[in-house]
Structures are given as structure tokens and as C-alpha cells.
T-cell receptor
Framework: AQSVTQLGSHVSVSEGALVLLRCNYS??????LFWYVQYPNQGLQLLLK??????LVKGINGFEAEFKKSETSFHLTKPSAHMSDAAEYFC????????????FGTGTKLQVIP | DTAVSQTPKYLVTQMGNDKSIKCEQN?????MYWYKQDSKKFLKIMFS???????INETVPNRFSPKSPDKAHLNLHINSLELGDSAVYFC?????????????FGQGTRLTVV
């Protein structure tokens, strides 16, 4: 069964600094991968997804992620953090077979320091 | 206009009670889900319906019973509530049930069992 591991439950960056949130996946075949964001007291919102079309995926709000098969990674980055980026970020994986059944990571809380 | 709406937003109830959470989506999607997010923010799928048909039924106690009267609604009924049922329950929907589809989440229902 596929799974994802998010390294670091809390990440703090200064406003304007690079954001790097790490995600490693485990799957017997390259899966579909997602990043979702959860703002306080809200549901999850899709940032971006990897569906094997291109290894560098661009999402909303200036975020992007690169799929690296050799490293089984799908790290999320943003060149310059904004205060509004403070939220919980979830990496998720879905097997390419069968129905949509996403397995989420345990989340990384991003704090942006002014 | 809220795309995926859940009611109630907060629910506090005593052990042993029966309660329901309602979910409605106005996106015209044909697939709906229930997820449970525990106190450690771990998010796990419980059920999925496609065109009112149950397609995913994870290992969930029989006390939890989903009902989909039509494609736009997916309700969750919980019998004999236990302390361990305390969590945030998210409803979500997607167009299609393929593994790479984006899920749209409601704002969640915070259930507290006392």
C-alpha cells in the first residue's frame, strides 16, 4: 500500500525566505501525488498535483513541487514566503489503479515570521 | 456560494447518543467522501460514494452509516457515540472517482463527545 512521509511537523521561515516542505512517498509504482493546504478552521484546498505529465508541477499561490523518482520525493517549494502562507500543508498519494482513495501524510505546519 | 457545505460546524454531545452530520455540494460532482481528522491532524478516508453507490468503505465501526439520498448529498449518521469518535469530520466531493481527481473539501464538523 502506498504512503507518504512528511519530514518536520513544524517549519518556520521568515517572510520573504524560501519555503521548503518535504514529502517522500512509498509506492510500488509511481503514484499520483498531491499537496493540499488547510487554513485554520477550514477544509483542505488543492495546491497542486502530479499525474506523470511533467515532473515539475506548478500550483496556486506561487507554489511548485518536483517529482523525483530516484529519491521518491515530492517536495513543495515557494521562492518567497508570505504571511498568508501560514497554514497546515498535507502531502498525499493515490494509487493509479481503482478509485480515488487518497492517503494523506501527517501534515506540516508552516509558520511565517514577520 | 459555498461549494461543499456541512452542518453543523460544531457538535458537542454525550456518550451513547446518536447524531448526524449533513453534507451538500453544489458543484455538480458525482462522487462524495467522508474523511476523519484526529487530534494529531491525521486525515483518513472513511467512505466514498459515486452516483449514490458506495464504492469505498474503509475499516470503520458499524456505528457509522453513510447515506446518499442523491448525488449532491452525503450524510453521516453515528450511533452510540464514543469518546474516541471526537474528531473533525470532513465531507468532500470530486468530479469522477478516478485516482487523480481533485477533491473539494467542506469546512469540517468538529465533533466532541463528552
Amino acid at each position: 500500500a502506498q504512503s507518504v512521509t512528511q519530514l518536520g511537523s513544524h517549519v518556520s521561515v521568515s517572510e520573504g525566505a524560501l519555503v521548503l516542505l518535504r514529502c517522500n512517498y512509498s509506492s510500488s509504482v509511481p503514484p499520483y501525488l498531491f499537496w493540499y493546504v488547510q487554513y485554520p478552521n477550514q477544509g483542505l484546498q488543492l495546491l497542486l498535483k502530479y499525474t506523470s505529465a511533467a515532473t515539475l508541477v506548478k500550483g496556486i499561490n506561487g507554489f511548485e513541487a518536483e517529482f523525483k523518482k530516484s529519491e521518491t520525493s515530492f517536495h513543495l517549494t515557494k521562492p518567497s514566503a508570505h504571511m498568508s502562507d501560514a497554514a497546515e500543508y498535507f502531502c498525499a498519494v493515490s494509487d493509479k489503479r481503482g478509485y480515488q482513495k487518497v492517503t494523506f501524510g501527517t501534515g506540516t505546519k508552516l509558520q511565517v515570521i514577520p | 456560494d459555498t461549494a461543499v457545505s456541512q452542518t453543523p460546524k460544531y457538535l458537542v454531545t454525550q456518550m451513547g447518543n446518536d447524531k448526524s452530520i449533513k453534507c451538500e455540494q453544489n458543484l455538480g460532482h458525482d462522487t462524495m467522501y467522508w474523511y476523519k481528522q484526529d487530534s494529531k491532524k491525521f486525515l483518513k478516508i472513511m467512505f466514498s460514494y459515486n452516483n449514490k453507490e458506495l464504492i469505498i468503505n474503509e475499516t470503520v465501526p458499524n456505528r457509522f452509516s453513510p447515506k446518499s439520498p442523491d448525488k449532491a448529498h452525503l450524510n453521516l449518521h453515528i450511533n452510540s457515540l464514543e469518546l474516541g469518535d471526537s474528531a473533525v469530520y470532513f465531507c468532500a466531493s470530486s468530479q469522477g472517482s478516478q485516482p487523480n481527481t481533485e477533491a473539494f473539501f467542506g469546512q469540517g464538523t468538529r465533533l466532541t463527545v463528552v
